[in-house]
């Protein structure tokens, strides 16, 4: 057999694994769409989107870039945008020295060289600007810890760092918050206190930060997630309300806008994650490493395995040697179970929109009532 065919169980594939999760659950198609509208509202409102200049746009925690890529797309601005990302992981940012590095675009054709490796942000940004995917103009991915790091250094450019000036009128965070409020107490008051900074040193007056995480409710993914990965809930079907409170990117966000006296305006969805109809006739070799070789000519199969791995986080072996109820064992007959009673597992997302603390009445005003008829709208329904 092919050593590169095998399925790996010593380590956790991220990146199997999450693509598995992305094909399978409608939470970001639903949250892309729900974002698209909300910017095409304040468009036609005047706000965000407006003026003569390319919108300057945040992303923390930017990944590949693909989710920023997608939520600006179908967003008609024609002065274009200029996105800065920001991420500590070398295979999205291409960093590979000991220094913080920023690569910018300065070419219209991505051209790549064989002797950088590119990150995988810098490649789509690249391939987007080059294709006009979307109105992208520039963009440029910093490499730090946006805990530890200074995030105007990794965001602003030499200009706007010698002016002083606060360009970013829209700033994205999705999907990374878990790991900082659940790693350690430290980690989670670092992030509430980065929400304050953010507002404070990046927003301009006028712009608005977008939250978008999945967040702990009875029954669902992310309290099953928060169980198998952190430890951190101990019965998903109840989770108590001080593990929400602490453990859930939602309510840590709320905290974080009472502490610094912000805005927070919050857009709720449902969402799904299928799994295989079959998944049950072959629960037993889930539920054995030794035996995922049997797998490999079921493409179906193996995107079950991929996306059970996502829910834990863990290795295979690491969760075949765990004999509690967050073992591999566990985990099987509990996706099993709800997939068989429901068809998928549920899924609840919170896009948090906090306005600029300098913002003036009439654009909260405004940021107020186009929330509003979106959560009347049938987008969320």
Known sequence: MDENKKIRTDIFEYDKAFSAFKSSTTQNVIGTLIIQTLLNKLKDAGYICCGHHPLVVGDICCGAAETVIDYLRNVDFQPGFDIRGVDANPQYTGYQGNQLIIYESTFDIYQPL????????????????????????????????????????????????????????????????????????????????????????????????????STIQPKNFTAMATKYIFNHVKDDDIPTAEEYNQFSCDAVIRTACQQFGLKCLEISYASKWYFSQHLSEYADILKDPSRYDELLSNKEALQDLHSLLFLAHRSPQNLYQDTSNRGLTSLVDQVVDKVRSHGHLNGHVAIQIIPSKKASLEFVQQLEAIVNDINNSNLIK
């Open 114 to 213: 064989e002797s950088q490796m590119d990150g995988l942000a810098v490649i789509n940004l690249a391939k987007a600007k080059q294709s006009q995917t979307i109105p992208l103009k520039q963009y440029q991915i910093g490499h730090g810890d946006v805990l530890n790091d200074d995030l105007t250094q990794l965001l602003l450019t030499k200009d706007e760092l010698r002016q002083k000036t606060q360009p970013f009128r829209l700033i994205f965070f999705s999907h990374a918050a878990y790991y900082f409020i659940n790693s350690n107490q430290q980690n989670s008051q670092q992030f509430i206190n980065l929400i304050g900074k953010i507002n404070s040193d990046l927003l301009a007056q006028d712009g608005i930060i977008i939250f978008l995480h």
